[in-house]
């Protein structure tokens, strides 16, 4: 009797400590990480993209920006109004722990553009046409469009750049 106390008191123990041991192998193993396609960058944005809300232009540098915003947008986002240079990143969306990571375009669901002291993080994405969705996900952002996604008392709506060609 006492042989087989110990041995389901032991059985008990070791199936507890490897559940301990699994539970931290598996925190350890699983970081929320930006999503990697696993293929190659595309290549930074280049060029005139165009909205109703305004422009942005593109060195090519993955960094620098001028942009030229009209006073709605410039609300919306809370950078200048007119015409400014400044600087961009493409973020991966806030992953915690980390927060929000640059990352490529076309796995970005932020982008952040700085002017000076102003600086704005604006989510990536698309409206449903009746604006009670958005949408922010992987290939929103291409070499061709930028669609930016805001959020009013109406729902949402989407303000897309377009590049134009050269």
């Known amino acids: 009797m ?31 990480r930006p999503y990697d396609p696993g293929t190659p960058a595309p290549d930074p944005h ?40 400044g600087t961009y990143d493409f973020l991966s969306g806030n992953l915690p722990p980390h927060g929000s990571v640059p990352v490529r375009y076309d796995t970005a669901h932020e982008m952040r553009i700085a002017v000076g002291d102003a600086a704005s993080v604006i989510d990536m994405g698309t409206a449903s046409e009746d604006g009670k969705t958005g949408h922010t996900g992987v290939n929103t952002v291409t070499p061709e469009t930028i669609p930016m996604l805001f959020r009013n008392d109406s729902g949402f709506f989407e303000v897309t750049f377009t590049k134009q060609p050269q």
């Open 46 to 85: 280049s060029g005139l993209f165009v909205s109703g809300y305004g422009t942005m232009e593109f060195s090519g540098d993955g960094k620098s920006i001028v942009i030229d915003f009209s006073p709605e947008l410039a609300e919306l986002t809370g950078l200048p109004e007119g015409r400014s240079e």
């Open 2 to 32: 006492k042989k087989r106390i110990i041995v389901i008191i032991a059985a008990v123990f070791i199936i507890a400590a490897s559940g301990f041991i699994f539970l931290l192998i598996s925190q350890q193993t699983h970081e929320n």
